[in-house]
């Protein structure tokens, strides 16, 4: 079965750069997406960048200029890279795989990693 495992966040001053990365266990069929999401305290789960095995990205206007998003080869773990942290980047960071675990699977799942808190604060 399928995990997920994620590293990287903690303490960050402002102005620094941030990089997460989350590497799953276990095969699969097919990789639609992986990405990250983060949740601030108090608010809803929101998108800061996903990257499709074709190269493919999408990231939150708060976010845009600043953040690199990348899949290895193997499409086994996602990094993401923050430039230029600051206050509001605090919060709760999910990584995020979207993938087919075999060729008779009815579509595709999201798997979601615990977490791994990112505090921006000087």
């Known amino acids: 079965q399928e995990r997920l495992v994620e590293s990287g966040g903690g303490f960050v001053q402002p102005g620094v750069s941030l990089k997460l990365s989350c590497t799953r266990s276990?095969?699969?069929?097919?990789?639609?997406?992986m990405g990250w999401y983060r949740q601030a305290q108090g608010k809803e789960r929101d998108l800061v960048a996903t990257?499709?095995?074709?190269?493919?990205?999408i990231s939150a206007d708060s976010v845009k200029g600043r953040v690199t998003i990348s899949m290895d080869n193997a499409k086994t773990t996602v990094t993401l890279q923050l430039n230029h942290m600051n206050p509001e980047d605090t919060g709760v960071y999910y990584c995020?795989?979207?993938?087919?675990?075999?060729?008779?699977?009815?579509?595709?799942?999201?798997?979601w990693g615990q977490g791994t808190a990112v505090a921006v604060n000087s």
């Open positions: 995020l795989h979207e993938t087919m675990s075999n060729k008779y699977s009815t579509g595709y799942v999201e798997l």
């Open positions: 276990g095969s699969v069929f097919s990789v639609k997406r």
């Open positions: 990257i499709t095995p074709r190269g493919d990205t």
